[in-house]
Structure formats: structure tokens, C-alpha cells
């Protein structure tokens, strides 16, 4: 009867094997020796995976380590070449703990002892989505966000949609290398929409990507620029003739009286306005002038955040305006995966403007 030959999996690859070797592959034991820059065993070397084990344990100046010891320090070395690839300040603690493991094995060592646990297969697959991110932002960085289309919007959000993954947030080194890709992902639509004049979605997302473990500031707007951007937009003209319509009959008009009703609601539909404020509420204070022009103190108020996801209806209907229903909705949706890791932030902003002597085709306003 002929033995069967147990099958055994990489630690590295996690793919089948079934000869000698107690943690690689052959193919994943020769990468071994090129990704560390150890020269090959010799010939003669019978147990190639314990002589690159033992050429690691000297590198680490740790002699007469047994076999367990040795297969141990490879693994955390290893996992800590890969991770030293990855140029990302997020996961400097977590290098530092593996090299504090690495410093505890000694030959007087009678137990492992592991401030952090990890797999090698998990390392290994993160730092081939660090590369494929890598190369997918280096083949990004010359769009023309001013032309951007429906097919090249859609196949930079697909192809980028991994780094999105939820389920990565329990294991704490791939949490963080994640929201690093995340927070990069995130500053690029930022410099997209300065670039493609949409300043407001970008000054907001911007102040929403506070560094990590902080809490971004609310925001008190009142500049000219953003103030012209609202009181040119149709649905806000159309609001605030609504709202004077059934709350400024006597010549007034005070917040308080429609404070708890839907009118305050204002859904924009421009582009920088749609992608900035998604459920903003308005109030309105003012007095009627004899020629029957309003003086008007107005407060737009939005909470910033990304918390439910949205259909494409929930933005533009307009068939004209699909492309950015899409863009819209694709990045809400986005949004919400990186308020669940905390890149997105929440935090309330404000626009607080007056209009002078208003009227219905034209508006005057004061900063």
C-alpha cells in the first residue's frame, strides 16, 4: 500500500504543497531568497528552507536558536521585510512591535511570545494589494478631471473598489494599511475636484480627512466665492421663494416659525453643491422693504458625513445629469466604507450669508 503524502500549505501563498519543506512552497522558498538578498543554498544543502532559516537567524546576530525558534524569527522577519516596502507611517508601530518580537527570541527564550499576531499569507496578500494600488494611482495621475467621462470615472472607481473592503477592519496591520490606501484615495478626489472646480465638495471632503486618531474641526463658512456658487443655484432661489411665500406674508420672516417643518430642507443638484451638502436645512430671518426687495440673513447648516448608502434616484433625475448621479452616488457610497474606518470623519459646517434688497431675477449679496 503506498503512503500517502500529506499536503501541507504555504504560509506565505496559502496554494498546496506536498514534499518536504514545513512552511514554503519551493517556488515561495526561492522568492524568499531573492526578496531578502540571501544567496541560495548550496547543493549539498539538503533542507533548503532550514538553511534560509538559519542564514536569518544569523543576520539577526541570534546563534544556536532551535529549529521552532528559527521558523519563528523567519516568519516575523519576513513579514517585516514586506512591510518596510510599504512606505506608509500608519503601520510604524506595528513594524516596531515585530521587531521587538524578533528581539525576544534568544536561545534563553523558553516560550514565543508575540505582542502582535499575524499570518504571513494575510502580509504577503496585503502587500500585493499595496502594489496593485501602487500601480493604479501611478496610471490615474494624468486624468483630466475638467473631461472626465462616464467610462473612465467608472473604471477608476472598480478598479480601486478593494481597498474598500470591511472586512479588512479586524485585523489591526491590515485596518491600517487599508485606511492609509483609503486617506491616498480620498486626497486625489480632493486635488480632482479643485482641479475640475468644484472647490466646496473638495474643502469639505478635505477638512473631513483629519490625520489618524483625530477629530476634524466643524467649519464656519462665509467667503464670497462659495456664497455666489449658493445664491445662483436654482433649487436655492426656488427654496427661498418658497419659503417667503408661506412664511413671509406680513412683510417678515422668522426662522422659527417653519424651524420644524420639511421646507427648511434644501436638496442641491449642481455638481460642487450636490457632492458637498446632502442634507442641508436653511433658515431665513429678514424684512420686507417698501419697494417689496427682501433684507435676508440666511444659514445653511449640513452635517458631513457618509452614513447610508444611496441609489442612483436618490441624486439627479435629469437624464443630462446621469453621468454625475453616478460620480455622486459611486462616492457617497465609497463614503460610507471610509466613515466605517474612520478615514471619513463627521463634523458639522455652516454657511452664513445676508442678502440685500432682494428680489426674485436678481440678488445682491453682502459678506
Known amino acids: 500500500m503506498e503512503k500517502k503524502i500529506e499536503e501541507k500549505r ?52 541570534k546563534l544556536f536558536l532551535n529549529r521552532n525558534q528559527k521558523y519563528n524569527l523567519t516568519q516575523k522577519y519576513i513579514a517585516l521585510s514586506y512591510l518596510n516596502k510599504m512606505e506608509c507611517n500608519f503601520l510604524d508601530d506595528i513594524k516596531e512591535q515585530i521587531k521587538n518580537d524578533i528581539n ?49 470615472a467608472k473604471e477608476f472607481i472598480e478598479k480601486l473598489s478593494f481597498i474598500f473592503d470591511e472586512t479588512k477592519m479586524s485585523n489591526p496591520i491590515l485596518y491600517r494599511a487599508f485606511y492609509w490606501m483609503q486617506y491616498q484615495f480620498w486626497q486625489i478626489i480632493v486635488i480632482g475636484g479643485l482641479l475640475a472646480d468644484m472647490k466646496l465638495s473638495a474643502r469639505l471632503l478635505n477638512n473631513s ?21 449658493i445664491t ?37 443638484e449642481d455638481a460642487d453643491l450636490l457632492l458637498a451638502l446632502h442634507k442641508a436645512t436653511i433658515l431665513i430671518n429678514g424684512i420686507k422693504n417698501e419697494d417689496n426687495t427682501w433684507n435676508l440673513d440666511i444659514e445653511i447648516n449640513d452635517t458631513y458625513d457618509f452614513t447610508e448608502f444611496k441609489s442612483l434616484k436618490e441624486y439627479v433625475d435629469e437624464k443630462e445629469k446621469i453621468l454625475m448621479d453616478i460620480f455622486a452616488t459611486t462616492l457617497n457610497n465609497l463614503g460610507v466604507a471610509s466613515s466605517k474606518y474612520g478615514v471619513i470623519k463627521i463634523f458639522d459646517v455652516k454657511l452664513i450669508f445676508h442678502l440685500d434688497s432682494y428680489k426674485v431675477d436678481e440678488m445682491k449679496v453682502i459678506i
Open 209 to 229: 480627512l483629519a490625520p489618524f486618531r483625530k477629530e476634524p474641526d466643524d467649519l464656519i463658512i462665509d467667503d464670497e466665492e462659495t456664497i455666489n456658487s
Open 104 to 152: 525576544n527570541i534568544s536561545i534563553f527564550s523558553k516560550n514565543v511570545i508575540e505582542t502582535i499576531s499575524f499570518s504571513l499569507n494575510d502580509i504577503y496578500k496585503l502587500y500585493n494589494y499595496w502594489q496593485k494600488f501602487n500601480d493604479l494611482i501611478a496610471n490615474f495621475q494624468n486624468i483630466n478631471w475638467k473631461e472626465l467621462d462616464e467610462k473612465l
Open 232 to 268: 445662483e443655484s436654482k433649487i436655492f432661489k426656488e427654496k427661498i421663494h418658497e419659503i417667503l411665500n408661506n412664511y413671509g406674508k406680513e412683510g417678515k420672516i422668522n426662522s422659527q416659525d417653519y424651524e420644524n417643518t420639511d421646507i427648511k430642507v434644501i436638496k442641491f
Open 10 to 61: 504555504c504560509v506565505l501563498c496559502n496554494k498546496p504543497y506536498s514534499y518536504k519543506y514545513s512552511m514554503f512552497g519551493r517556488v515561495c522558498l526561492d522568492n524568499m531568497y531573492s526578496l531578502l538578498r540571501i544567496s541560495k543554498s548550496p547543493r549539498f544543502i539538503w533542507n533548503k528552507e532550514l538553511y534560509l532559516c538559519t542564514r536569518i537567524a544569523w543576520r539577526n546576530h
